[in-house]
């Protein structure tokens, strides 16, 4: 009976918000406010364009300079003067990227440090987790590369988990969350190291004349294209992950302000987040293992 | 000159609308061959529905990334004009 209460009062408040937020142009901000300094709660303006929106989202220094607003800078003017060259404004952006990182780096490392220190030959219910997902790639590489191979498994698992907990870490609801995979430059590093691992690999195995003869394969005049196929296996593999973890975002992003996020955005992130962050993360993983297979049984 | 940039803006987004319906066009096709074959092949062995559904699910995130590549193009298309 109380469930059946509690689901109504919900359903309730739901369409409260929904009737509520049609003509309204104001977002509701929980925190300390800047204007008084008090910890509250307190509205601002805020548009309520799709298009704005996006671009707040996803160009935060884009928006801020069509709103006219000025950053404030903390520091030497010079240094960002000159950091200004390389990036215009990108400030913002590079910020939120690094501090995502460094977010799922710290928390990675608390969860492996913590599984260390308890494991042991009776394993927990923890333990197994990690022992089955060690277990899938450890399978996957052995596999796919022969058993003599077996020392790649744990870079493979690293690249594994960190997509893995890169993808999921944009559905957590705090503002300014998102996942690094939804900027460029992390997946294209992750796959220029792949693309790097995958040459020192042909090195190792036949040598450095032997590498650069392969280039020239059947015969000389085509070695661009052989360079410019390499090139596009970074490219392939790195858009892929970029495109959807992007396009879900934008999708994401759009739908719940047209259903002004009432309850729609959960199943979407479930969607997004879950099940395309998954087959991301093990599609870029099982690539990763192919590209290096091919090399070692050419 | 502001005619010009208005329809340079008009063309970018026809540009982006055509490049999404026409390259989501491939993608579903190759989508929908790759999933009625692993139907037939559950049918026929349903011990292997594991890893046929993982077989299959890698072919399509394989498949769809030409789709992938016209969705990005057609967000540079909207954003940066």
């Known amino acids: 009976m109380t469930k059946k209460k509690i689901i109504w009062l919900f359903i309730i408040v739901m369409v409260i918000q929904v009737l509520l937020s049609f003509k309204l142009e104001y977002k509701i901000n929980v925190g300390i406010n800047p204007d008084t300094g008090k910890f509250g709660v307190w509205n601002t303006h805020h548009p309520t364009k799709i298009q704005d929106q996006v671009t707040e989202e996803f160009q935060p220094d884009l928006y801020l300079r069509n709103q006219g607003i000025e950053p404030t800078i903390y520091g030497s003017r010079k240094l960002y003067e000159f950091f200004q060259i390389f990036s215009k404004n990108g400030a913002i952006n590079a910020f939120k990227l690094i501090r995502m990182i460094l977010i799922i780096d710290i928390v990675f490392l608390a969860i492996i440090l913590y599984m260390r220190r308890n494991m042991g030959s009776k394993p927990s219910k923890r333990q197994l987790v990690f022992e089955m997902v060690y277990g899938f790639i450890d399978d996957l590489t052995t596999e796919t590369l022969g058993k003599q191979n077996a020392h790649f498994t744990p870079y493979i698992l690293t690249i594994f988990l960190f997509i893995l907990s890169a993808n999921f870490i944009g559905i957590v609801p705090i503002p300014g969350f998102m996942e690094p995979t939804r900027n460029l430059n992390v997946p294209l590093g992750m796959g220029l190291v792949i693309i790097s691992v995958v040459h020192y690999v042909s090195i190792k195995k036949s040598g450095f004349k032997d590498y650069l003869k392969g280039y020239a394969e059947p015969f000389f005049a085509l070695a661009p294209i052989n360079v410019i196929g390499e090139v596009s296996k970074v490219i392939s593999i790195s858009f892929r992950l970029f495109g959807n973890v992007l396009g879900g975002a934008i999708i994401m992003l759009v739908v719940s302000s047209l259903t002004k996020y009432v309850i729609l955005p959960v199943g979407m992130n479930l969607f997004f987040g879950l099940f395309v962050g998954t087959i991301q993360a093990f599609v870029f993983t099982i690539l990763a293992v192919s590209y290096i297979a091919v090399v070692i049984f050419d | ?81």
Do not use: D, H
């Open chain 2, 1 to 81: 000159m502001e005619g010009m940039e208005f329809i340079a803006k008009a063309a970018a987004y026809f540009g982006a609308a055509f490049c999404m319906g026409i390259g989501a066009l491939g993608p579903a096709l190759g989508e929908g061959f790759v999933a009625a074959k692993a139907c037939e092949g559950i049918a026929r062995s349903p011990e292997n529905a594991a890893l046929l559904t993982r077989t299959m699910l890698l072919g399509q995130a394989v498949t769809e990334s030409t789709g992938i590549y016209s969705l990005v193009i057609a967000l540079l298309l909207i954003f940066s004009t």
